[in-house]
């Protein structure tokens, strides 16, 4: 809501009050000014002009040489490019030395040989919105009203020298959509009166309900008037109220039209004027559309309506959208003589769904939606009238046709002073408060220290003695209520154990190199059940998005692989992503589903890349190995082993569950190449674990030992097995007969190939032993190493020699 200062004052008092101060206190008080603009603070040497002479310039071909009386001795000449210049005008010029807009100075100078005393200006180059600059001035210089004083101040008869308070007005505030509603809120905070506009219309002896009847089909519609205005004659608005329009941001068209938006800022009640000789009937019928029914409004864009669409109607056709905008066949045009006034009260559901369907967006939409005040239909209407009959020569016939249903309900709210203090923590009297109240200009009954507040149909939003309580404190001031600390213990802040142990993750992984991705809880029915870590009813939503986000997740692993193809797709193949985040697993109709967070990760591409040192190293099953390893390392997690899995969408050699403690807790492995060539990725390597139970799980307690003194003696074995025989199932046949002195077993190699028999693979592993006592000699280490390959041989491995 733009909002100008000099406006303001027709209604406010502000004798000693500056645009600043104002919009310091607005703000205080709960709406907030987002600007204070002054458009002209740094204009300079810009006056009325009067254009004597204006010929073609003798070098060019668009160009005009003017002879300008500025007020001066002399006339002065100056070049012009515009189109529209021509003698006789009376105009805006900016004299040699002046500032306009963007801080340009104007100087004397030669254009195409001929000497130049100045500019003659555009709105535009004043700092006007092309926007807001009337149509036929948009591409040329504006033309002042002939009365208009030679050499008198431009920026004063253009405004200019006014300050436009943009305000950023919330829903709950509707009334302040009007300049009569920033007036009120501006008295209650200095403490002034409101002065209201007049509005004495003169009516003819010809009544109107004999031009014009009233009918209205919908609940949406219950106040509807019309009044019928003859002998209009159309032309430009006069110069000051084109002045407050497109301070407001609104471009005038002609004085009904203007008229009708300068009464709709001033009241915050939308009017319609329509031709009444091409509104093509004497009945205005207001009702919902017919499914599919078209109609053109006034942006010159056929609408085809639907059923849930108010429409106003000459009985037959519609002639405008309700609350939203007119119909193109029914506008006021030049030739129009007779103005049908509409002034209504729509239901702001209605409008809203109407706006929103159709993509309209007006000043009257966007007032109905935030809710009017009914009182003012009529007083609105009975203004614009007037202001008609003013400016426009129109006879305003006697009498309103109007449809009223609407019963406007007296809202009684009372507030104690006791619980007035409680509530905000004040220690106000009856005085100060009764003092607050008259500043609201709400009429109120005093019993004892209970007031009972009658709130005017202004301020809807006012209902319970709580929305009194805002307003007193707005009124006083928030910066004057005092301020308290709690009373009570108080406790430090802390992360909670599982808090800390999932930043340990997020440490962990992102150390490794991976980016944090954040993906849809929801996902399609295709997507639904892959990769999934154990089954489960799909959860739908009653009304999706769309089809791809129709059902909770039940894994994260999918829409990793959805991103992964999108940087694929853009060139960017080395790529690494991990994702905390909830899945959903369903427990049957109208049950609340179980949510569990996972963790999942999925690299493709090079993992290593160093070409100055030429080394380049793919991810592989072991890099998401590696990973997980130092993760549970981490989280100080025993009793970890792989097992070999199938897994329905990963590579059946290459996936395996994850163990702790003998329970699954994840899976890891190689994406199917058919599941890839879906998602459109190559060589992606996964894993997804049920984080909470992760996290949850109990760390074995800490032991520490010192540091070995004396040194290890270390052994290499290398078995032939079956192929199916895992790495794995040997270690642990080796740490268990290897006893104490046993330490540390690793694999080094695995080989298949002519050397070993058909079916079978060579394992080969580095045993250390130790004692932290002693120096092992070789007969007590080859004692336990027998141990270690009886064992061996007894689960069917060979030693290979």
Same mark, same amino acid.
């Given at each position: 809501?733009?909002?100008?200062?000099?406006?303001?004052?027709?209604?406010?008092?502000?004798?000693?009050?500056?645009?600043?101060?104002?919009?310091?206190?607005?703000?205080?008080?709960?709406?907030?000014?987002?600007?204070?603009?002054?458009?002209?603070?740094?204009?300079?040497?810009?006056?009325?002009?009067?254009?004597?002479?204006?010929?073609?310039?003798?070098?060019?071909?668009?160009?005009?040489?003017?002879?300008?009386?500025?007020?001066?001795?002399?006339?002065?000449?100056?070049?012009?490019?515009?189109?529209?210049?021509?003698?006789? +005008?009376?105009?805006?010029?900016?004299?040699?030395?002046?500032?306009?807009?963007?801080?340009?100075?104007?100087?004397?100078?030669?254009?195409?040989?001929?000497?130049?005393?100045?500019?003659?200006?555009?709105?535009?180059?004043?700092?006007?919105?092309?926007?807001?600059?009337?149509?036929?001035?948009?591409?040329?210089?504006?033309?002042?009203?002939?009365?208009?004083?030679?050499?008198?101040?431009?920026?004063?008869?253009?405004?200019?020298?006014?300050?436009?308070?943009?305000?950023?007005?919330?829903?709950?505030?509707?009334?302040?959509?009007?300049?009569?509603?920033?007036?009120?809120?501006?008295?209650?905070?200095?403490?002034?009166?409101?002065?209201?506009?007049?509005?004495?219309?003169?009516?003819?002896?010809?009544?109107?309900?004999?031009?014009?009847?009233?009918?209205?089909?919908?609940?949406?519609?219950?106040?509807?008037?019309?009044?019928?205005?003859?002998?209009?004659?159309?032309?430009?608005?006069?110069?000051?109220?084109?002045?407050?329009?497109?301070?407001?941001?609104?471009?005038?068209?002609?004085?009904?039209?203007?008229?009708?938006?300068?009464?709709?800022?001033?009241?915050?009640?939308?009017?319609?004027?329509?031709?009444?000789?091409?509104?093509?009937?004497?009945?205005?019928?207001? &009702?919902?559309?017919?499914?599919?029914?078209?109609?053109?409004?006034?942006?010159?864009?056929?609408?085809?309506?639907?059923?849930?669409?108010?429409?106003?109607?000459?009985?037959?056709?519609?002639?405008?959208?309700?609350?939203?905008?007119?119909?193109?066949?029914?506008?006021?045009?030049?030739?129009?003589?007779?103005?049908?006034?509409?002034?209504?009260?729509?239901?702001?559901?209605?409008?809203?769904?109407?706006?929103?369907?159709?993509?309209?967006?007006?000043?009257?939409?966007?007032?109905?939606?935030?809710?009017?005040?009914?009182?003012?239909?009529?007083?609105?209407?009975?203004?614009?009238?007037?202001?008609?009959?003013?400016?426009?020569?129109?006879?305003?016939?006697?009498?309103?046709?109007?449809?009223?249903?609407?019963?406007?309900?007296?809202?009684?709210?009372?507030?104690?002073?006791?619980?007035?203090? &409680?509530?905000?923590?004040?220690?106000?009297?009856?005085?100060?408060?009764?003092?607050?109240?008259?500043?609201?200009?709400?009429?109120?009954?005093?019993?004892?220290?209970?007031?009972?507040?009658?709130?005017?149909? &202004?301020?809807?939003?006012?209902?319970?003695?709580?929305?009194?309580?805002?307003?007193?404190?707005?009124?006083?001031?928030?910066?004057?209520?005092?301020?308290?600390?709690?009373?009570?213990?108080?406790?430090?802040?802390?992360?909670?154990?599982? +808090?800390?142990?999932?930043?340990?993750?997020?440490?962990?992984?992102?150390?490794?190199?991976?980016?944090?991705?954040?993906?849809?809880?929801?996902?399609?029915?295709?997507?639904?059940?892959?990769?999934?870590?154990?089954?489960?009813?799909?959860?739908?939503?009653?009304?999706?998005?769309?089809?791809?986000?129709?059902?909770?997740?039940?894994?994260?692993?999918?829409?990793?692989?959805?991103?992964?193809?999108?940087?694929?797709?853009?060139?960017?193949?080395?790529?690494?992503?991990?994702?905390?985040?909830?899945?959903?697993?369903?427990?049957?109709?109208?049950?609340?589903?179980?949510?569990?967070?996972?963790?999942?990760?999925?690299?493709?591409?090079?993992?290593?890349?160093?070409?100055?040192?030429?080394?380049?190293?793919?991810?592989?099953?072991?890099?998401?190995?590696?990973?997980?390893?130092?993760?549970?390392?981490?989280?100080?997690?025993?009793?970890?082993?792989?097992?070999?899995?199938?897994?329905?969408?990963?590579?059946?050699?290459?996936?395996?569950?994850?163990?702790?403690?003998?329970?699954?807790?994840?899976?890891?492995?190689?994406?199917?190449?058919?599941?890839?060539?879906?998602?459109?990725?190559?060589?992606?390597?996964?894993?997804?674990?049920?984080?909470?139970?992760?996290?949850?799980?109990?760390?074995?307690?800490?032991?520490?030992?010192?540091?070995?003194?004396?040194?290890?003696?270390?052994?290499?074995?290398?078995?032939?097995?079956?192929?199916?025989?895992?790495?794995?199932?040997?270690?642990?046949?080796?740490?268990?007969?290897?006893?104490?002195?046993?330490?540390?077993?690793?694999?080094?190699?695995?080989?298949?190939?002519?050397?070993?028999?058909?079916?079978?693979?060579?394992?080969?592993?580095?045993?250390?032993?130790?004692?932290?006592?002693?120096?092992?000699?070789?007969?007590?280490?080859?004692?336990?190493?027998?141990?270690?390959?009886?064992?061996?041989?007894?689960?069917?491995?060979?030693?290979?020699?």
């Amino acid at each position: 809501m733009y909002v100008s200062y000099k406006w303001l004052q027709d209604y406010v008092d502000l004798t000693g009050i500056s645009p600043e101060e104002l919009a310091e206190k607005i703000t205080r008080t709960g709406i907030e000014v987002e600007d204070v603009e002054k458009k002209g603070e740094k204009l300079k040497k810009i006056v009325v002009g009067h254009v004597l002479t204006c010929e073609d310039h003798p070098n060019s071909d668009h160009l005009h040489l003017c002879q300008v009386d500025i007020g001066e001795e002399e006339p002065v000449q100056i070049v012009c490019g515009a189109p529209n210049v021509a003698a006789g +005008q009376k105009v805006i010029v900016a004299k040699a030395g002046a500032r306009i807009a963007g801080n340009v100075k104007i100087k004397k100078g030669k254009i195409r040989g001929e000497v130049s005393h100045g500019m003659i200006c555009s709105l535009q180059e004043l700092g006007f919105d092309g926007k807001v600059v009337p149509k036929e001035y948009a591409d040329g210089i504006f033309v002042l009203p002939e009365d208009a004083e030679v050499g008198a101040d431009a920026l004063s008869l253009l405004n200019l020298d006014d300050a436009v308070l943009e305000l950023s007005i919330t829903a709950n505030r509707a009334d302040c959509m009007s300049m009569l509603g920033v007036a009120y809120e501006t008295a209650a905070i200095f403490g002034k009166e409101v002065k209201l506009p007049e509005a004495t219309v003169s009516e003819t002896n010809e009544q109107a309900r004999d031009y014009i009847s009233v009918r209205v089909e919908s609940e949406d519609s219950p106040i509807y008037t019309a009044k019928v205005i003859k002998n209009v004659k159309i032309g430009p608005s006069p110069l000051w109220l084109q002045n407050k329009l497109m301070a407001a941001g609104i471009r005038p068209h002609n004085n009904v039209v203007d008229i009708t938006n300068y009464v709709l800022l001033e009241y915050g009640q939308p009017l319609h004027a329509f031709d009444y000789d091409r509104f093509g009937s004497k009945e205005v019928l207001v &009702r919902k559309a017919y499914e599919g029914e078209k109609m053109v409004t006034l942006d010159g864009t056929e609408r085809t309506l639907r059923q849930e669409d108010l429409v106003i109607t000459n009985g037959k056709e519609p002639v405008a959208l309700a609350g939203v905008m007119g119909g193109l066949d029914s506008e006021v045009k030049d030739d129009t003589t007779t103005i049908l006034l509409e002034s209504a009260y729509f239901n702001g559901t209605s409008i809203r769904r109407t706006s929103r369907y159709h993509g309209l967006r007006s000043e009257a939409s966007s007032r109905f939606e935030r809710g009017i005040d009914p009182t003012r239909v009529r007083q609105a209407s009975e203004r614009a009238a007037a202001l008609i009959a003013e400016l426009a020569g129109g006879e305003v016939l006697e009498g309103t046709v109007a449809h009223e249903e609407l019963r406007v309900e007296p809202v009684t709210v009372k507030v104690d002073r006791t619980k007035i203090n &409680r509530f905000l923590g004040t220690d106000l009297s009856i005085k100060e408060v009764e003092d607050m109240i008259q500043k609201l200009q709400f009429e109120y009954t005093l019993d004892n220290e209970t007031f009972v507040v009658h709130i005017p149909s &202004r301020r809807w939003d006012i209902s319970i003695p709580e929305d009194m309580y805002e307003e007193i404190a707005r009124i006083y001031g928030y910066d004057k209520i005092p301020t308290t600390l709690p009373v009570g213990a108080q406790t430090l802040g802390h992360l909670t154990p599982y +808090q800390q142990k999932r930043r340990v993750v997020r440490e962990v992984l992102e150390g490794a190199g991976l980016l944090q991705a954040t993906t849809y809880s929801l996902t399609s029915k295709e997507k639904f059940g892959q990769f999934a870590l154990q089954p489960a009813e799909p959860v739908q939503l009653s009304m999706p998005m769309s089809e791809e986000h129709a059902i909770l997740r039940d894994t994260l692993i999918p829409h990793l692989l959805d991103s992964i193809s999108y940087n694929r797709a853009r060139k960017n193949s080395d790529v690494g992503l991990y994702e905390i985040g909830k899945v959903f697993y369903g427990k049957g109709a109208h049950v609340q589903p179980e949510e569990v967070e996972h963790l999942a990760v999925a690299l493709t591409g090079l993992y290593v890349n160093h070409p100055w040192q030429g080394e380049k190293v793919p991810v592989d099953f072991y890099t998401v190995k590696g990973i997980l390893e130092a993760l549970f390392e981490r989280l100080q997690l025993a009793g970890i082993r792989y097992e070999k899995a199938e897994i329905d969408g990963m590579h059946p050699g290459q996936t395996a569950k994850i163990y702790v403690n003998d329970e699954v807790v994840g899976f890891l492995g190689k994406v199917h190449p058919t599941r890839e060539k879906e998602y459109d990725v190559k060589n992606v390597f996964v894993f997804e674990l049920d984080l909470e139970k992760l996290i949850n799980m109990k760390s074995p307690f800490l032991s520490y030992t010192t540091i070995p003194k004396f040194p290890g003696i270390t052994r290499d074995i290398a078995l032939v097995v079956d192929q199916t025989q895992t790495a794995g199932e040997l270690k642990d046949i080796i740490v268990s007969a290897g006893g104490k002195l046993l330490k540390e077993v690793n694999v080094f190699d695995v080989y298949v190939g002519d050397k070993v028999p058909e079916n079978k693979k060579s394992v080969a592993f580095t045993l250390k032993y130790s004692d932290p006592e002693r120096t092992l000699t070789d007969d007590e280490v080859n004692q336990v190493h027998e141990n270690v390959v009886a064992a061996l041989q007894s689960a069917g491995a060979e030693l290979r020699m």
